[in-house]
Antibody, heavy 123, light 107 residues
C-alpha cells in the first residue's frame, strides 16, 4: 500500500524555524518527484515546492511566497522527504501535505497525498 | 503570476450532471488535473492530463480542456460526490497553480 506520513508540525513563534518530515512506503521513492502543498484552515490549496529525482539532479522549485525561506530536501536511502521552514510568518500557518508526483507525457499530477501536519505560527 | 479561477459553488440534484469550470489564460495549452477533497480529508486526484482517470476513480468523473477553460464533469452525481474540487496546472514561471476551489453540493 502506498503511504505518506508527515510529522514535525506544531506551534512556532514568528521568525522561528521548523522542519517537517514525510516518510514514504509502498513504492519506489527514489523514482518520483515529490511535492509539498499547504492549506490554511478553511482555505484552498497552495503549492509550496517540489524536489525532482536523482535522474533530474534533485533540482527544486518553490512558490514565490516561500522562496528563500523554505528548503526541500530528500534522503532516498531513508525514503524520506523534508521541508525546512525558516523565518516563519503568521501567514505560513497551515496544514502541510507531502504528495507524490506522477509524471507522464510531459506533465505531472499529485497522485498520492499524506494526511497532513499542522503548523501554527503564532506568538 | 498565473491564476486559475473557479466558481465558489455548484449545486446539483442526485443523478444529474455537475460541471465545474476552471479558467486561466491559454489553459488549453497546459495539462489540467482535478482533485477532490472531502471535509477533514486529504485531496484525491480524480483526473489528470486533461481527461485521464487514475485507477479506482469512477467513470462518472471526466475532464476536458480547451481554450481558456478546463471542465470537470460528474455524470450521475451521487451524494458521496459532495466535496470541494480544485483544478491544477503547471506554469513554467509560477510552478504548480491550484484553482480557487469549488464546493459541490448535492441537494
Amino acid at each position: 500500500e502506498v503511504q505518506l506520513v508527515e510529522s514535525g508540525g506544531g506551534l512556532v513563534q514568528p521568525g522561528g524555524s521548523l522542519r517537517l518530515s514525510c516518510a514514504a512506503s509502498g513504492f519506489t521513492f527514489s523514482d518520483h518527484y515529490m511535492d509539498w502543498v499547504r492549506q490554511a484552515p478553511g482555505k484552498g490549496l497552495e503549492w509550496v515546492g517540489r524536489t525532482r529525482n536523482k535522474v533530474n539532479f534533485y533540482t527544486t522549485d518553490y512558490a514565490a511566497s516561500v522562496k528563500g525561506r523554505f528548503i526541500i530536501s530528500r534522503d532516498d536511502s531513508k525514503n524520506s522527504l523534508y521541508l525546512q521552514m525558516n523565518s516563519l510568518k503568521t501567514e505560513d500557518t497551515a496544514f502541510y501535505y507531502c504528495a507524490r508526483a506522477h509524471c507522464s507525457g510531459g506533465s505531472c499530477s499529485l497522485d498520492c497525498w499524506g494526511q497532513g501536519t499542522l503548523v501554527t505560527v503564532s506568538s | 503570476s498565473y491564476e486559475l479561477t473557479q466558481p465558489p459553488s455548484v449545486s446539483v440534484s442526485p443523478g444529474q450532471t455537475a460541471s465545474i469550470t476552471c479558467s486561466g489564460d491559454k489553459l488549453g495549452n497546459k495539462y489540467a488535473s482535478w482533485y477532490q477533497q472531502k471535509p477533514g480529508q486529504s485531496p484525491v486526484l480524480v483526473t489528470y492530463q486533461d481527461n485521464k482517470r487514475p485507477s479506482g476513480i469512477p467513470e462518472r468523473f471526466s475532464g476536458s480542456n480547451s481554450g481558456n477553460t478546463a471542465t470537470l464533469t460528474i455524470s450521475g452525481t451521487q451524494a458521496m460526490d459532495e466535496a470541494d474540487y480544485y483544478c491544477q496546472a503547471w506554469d513554467s514561471s509560477t510552478g504548480y497553480v491550484f484553482g480557487t476551489g469549488t464546493k459541490v453540493t448535492v441537494l
